[in-house]
């Protein structure tokens, strides 16, 4: 049996962030116990092969072999020398919120991803309205996905939302991107999800066709 991290390999990066993404946001949440996080985080890269279009590209296989791309050992081995690395790599970044799903606070990676989204947009009208959606989605009391921020914070962010700018989330996002590093990452780097992707990406896998 092929392991599903391999057969997700088989789709370049980028096609393989949006359906792994698009996935997550579908997945229903997991009953909470040991077993059912095992078989949720495996459903999850099954969901990314339904989601992600099949014709290949040339950077998702070997154009004499047709092996498919998967991280490299040197790759699979940078994201545990920095956060900054591991959010990087786009499949390293989708392997870290598979991981935060199963621990019921993928919110935090959410929205710091929203957050980097959101300064890249020019238009002061786009800006005002994709404020109000992170705010009413992330950081208002009722939010589905309701990150842990102090009074402070948010109340400075309702008041920079009279007139945002694409720094209106700055420190909400510098406070998120910290209990990710210090607390979710450590752990991410010690979970069974990692210690696949590693075994997989050094061809060692008992999952892998030879």
């Given amino acids: 049996m092929q392991s599903t991290f391999f057969l997700a390999l088989q789709h370049n ?3 393989m962030e949006i359906a792994c993404f698009s996935c997550l946001d579908t997945a229903e949440t ?3 116990n040991k077993k059912s996080r095992h078989k949720d985080w495996r459903a999850l890269f099954n969901n990314i092969l339904q989601c992600t279009p099949s014709p290949h590209t040339a950077t998702d296989t070997h154009p004499l072999t047709n092996k498919a791309y998967r991280p490299t050992s040197d790759e699979v081995n940078q994201w545990a020398q920095s956060f900054d690395k591991l959010l990087a790599h786009k499949y390293g970044q989708a392997a870290f919120r598979i991981f935060l799903k199963s621990e019921y606070c993928e919110e935090n990676i959410e929205f710091w991803l ?3 989204e959101f300064k890249k947009i020019m238009s002061p009208v786009k800006l005002a309205s994709k404020a109000k959606k992170i705010h009413k ?3 208002w009391n009722e939010a589905p996905k309701e990150i842990n921020l102090d009074y402070q914070t948010k109340e400075d962010i309702a008041q920079n939302l009279q007139q945002p700018t694409a720094t209106c989330f700055n420190a909400a996002q510098k406070k998120v991107y910290s209990l990710m590093e210090n607390n979710s990452y450590p752990r991410f780097l010690l979970s069974e999800i990692y ?7 050094q061809g060692k896998s008992k999952y892998l066709k030879t």
């Fill in 13 to 15: 990066s980028s096609q």
């Fill in 30 to 32: 997991p009953v909470k």
């Fill in 114 to 116: 929203a957050c980097e």
């Fill in 137 to 139: 989605k992330f950081i």
């Fill in 195 to 201: 210690q696949e992707i590693c075994t997989i990406s």
